[in-house]
């Protein structure tokens, strides 16, 4: 049974300024560039008829399309470090997508997902990975940043399970709404608010 997820994928030059982050971290298995995501919400190993009720709830789903910046890095574990994931920068629009997943998750009556929404990138686990050599490699990469991309749409991805994860098939997509559309209709309401106030 694969395991699924929402997601974000990562475009080709976003994914290649990820591997330069690639080495220098003894224990670490790296993330293939190809199955770099960003998970917006995890579901787990799901039954087939299921996986059919959630993308049919998601098919709802009209959010607009936004600009999005991967930016620092960091490590999950404390002082069992078991993973580095490359972060990203403030996005009101990412935290309502995932939100708006999250709910139409809570009508369908799906258990909440145990952890806190915290948008990363994984770039390798570790196994018995020194927190002192974790350190050293997040200090020596912290001021990392990449240029923005525009996120177009969203996607239910599989995986089997096996070592390291992947590799992810992107099973169903869900274009976002474009931002010229929106930015015009904003655009025309202020000018009906100016006439209205005159």
């Known amino acids: 049974m694969p395991r699924l997820f929402t997601a974000l994928e990562i475009p080709r030059d976003a ?8 080495g220098g971290l ?10 770099y995501h960003l998970t917006l919400r995890f579901f787990g190993d799901i039954e087939g008829h299921v996986a059919d009720e959630i993308a049919n709830a998601l098919d ?5 399309s936004f600009q999005l910046t991967l930016s620092g890095v960091g ?24 939100g708006e997943i999250d709910r139409i998750c809570q ?14 990138v994984t770039l390798a686990r570790l196994r018995n990975g020194s927190p002192l050599d974790v350190a050293q490699y997040l200090s ?6 990449a240029l923005p991309f525009r996120v177009g749409r969203f996607v239910l991805m599989s995986s089997r399970d096996s070592v390291g994860g992947g590799p992810y098939i992107v099973e169903e997509a869900w274009p976002l709404v474009g931002s ?8 025309a309401s202020a000018s009906d608010a100016s006439r209205i106030m005159r």
Request: charged share 20%; proline share 9%.
């Open 180 to 187: 010229d559309a929106l930015a015009s209709s904003r655009l």
């Open 15 to 22: 994914a290649l300024s990820l591997s330069l982050l690639r």
């Open 107 to 120: 009508r369908l009556g799906l258990p909440a997902d145990a952890r806190k929404f915290s948008p990363h």
């Open 26 to 35: 003894p224990g670490a298995r790296w993330i293939d560039v190809e199955n």
């Open 75 to 98: 490590a999950f574990g404390g002082k069992k470090p078991h993973a580095v994931w490359a972060g990203v920068a403030p996005s009101p629009d990412l935290v309502a997508l995932q």
């Open 60 to 64: 709802r789903v009209h959010r607009p």
């Open 140 to 145: 020596a990469r912290g001021n990392f940043s």
